[in-house]
T-cell receptor
Framework: GQQLNQSPQSMFIQEGEDVSMNCTSS?????WLWYKQDPGEGPVLLIA?????ELTSNGRLTAQFGITRKDSFLNISASIPSDVGIYFC????????????FGKGTLLTVNP | EAGVVQSPRYKIIEKKQPVAFWCNPI?????LYWYLQNLGQGPELLIR????????DSQLPKDRFSAERLKGVDSTLKIQPAELGDSAVYLC????????????FGPGTRLTVL
């Protein structure tokens, strides 16, 4: 099936640092969603993007829908310990009948 | 507003035994999804319901997995018989309806097959 390449696989940062992660594909997507998953819990929706070039913020989080429609980026500014978790991108392929494809996730560790 | 509710949260069974998972979606959400999440992976869709109708079950291993959503609200996912490789987290999600891509997940059921 279609794959989303999410990178980096893991990140270790200091509290207060900014974080960037991305999701890429060889296919065109018409929707991107970013989720965060804490241990033992389900993914929680952070940001949804629906148009190429769209830039959307949610507090310290900012995500962008790439102009080529084949990628998306998530930035976290001034990280705090509770940002720890796994961040997943999910995208809807054009013509996929509302099915979301998920990346493998980026594990973020924040050192206080 | 209550989120997606799943039970049980954890289940340990012997291989070849049956197991069932229950999901109650967010009130008013017509679309319900069951996902499988293996360790270190993102969720993978098993089945999607629009109200009572299973509109996408192409990824459901139908020889041992079954699902139902009889009244268009709660749903049950069953495995019979379970195999060692079925050990994973089973996530339920819901969205407002067809065309609404923002999916909201429950906490999942962690299944261990011994």
């Amino acid at each position: 099936g279609q794959q989303l390449n999410q990178s980096p696989q893991s990140m270790f940062i200091q509290e207060g640092e900014d974080v960037s992660m991305n999701c890429t594909s060889s296919s065109i997507f018409n929707t991107w969603l970013w989720y965060k998953q804490d241990p033992g819990e389900g993914p929680v929706l952070l940001i949804a993007l629906y148009k190429a070039g769209e830039l959307t913020s949610n507090g310290r989080l900012t995500a962008q829908f790439g102009i080529t429609r084949k990628d998306s980026f998530l930035n976290i500014s001034a990280s705090i310990p509770s940002d720890v978790g796994i961040y997943f991108c999910a995208g809807r392929l054009t013509g996929s009948n509302y099915k979301l494809t998920f990346g493998k996730g980026t594990l973020l560790t924040v050192n206080p | 507003e209550a989120g997606v509710v799943q039970s049980p949260r954890y289940k340990i069974i012997e291989k070849k035994q049956p197991v069932a998972f229950w999901c109650n979606p967010i009130s008013g959400h017509n679309t319900l999804y069951w996902y499988l999440q293996n360790l270190g992976q993102g969720p993978e869709l098993l089945i999607r319901y629009e109200n009572e109708e299973a509109v996408d079950d192409s990824q459901l291993p139908k020889d041992r997995f079954s699902a139902e959503r009889l009244k268009g609200v709660d749903s049950t996912l069953k495995i019979q018989p379970a195999e060692l490789g079925d050990s994973a987290v089973y996530l339920c999600a819901s969205s407002l309806g067809r065309g609404f891509l923002e999916q909201f997940f429950g906490p999942g059921t962690r299944l261990t097959v011994l």
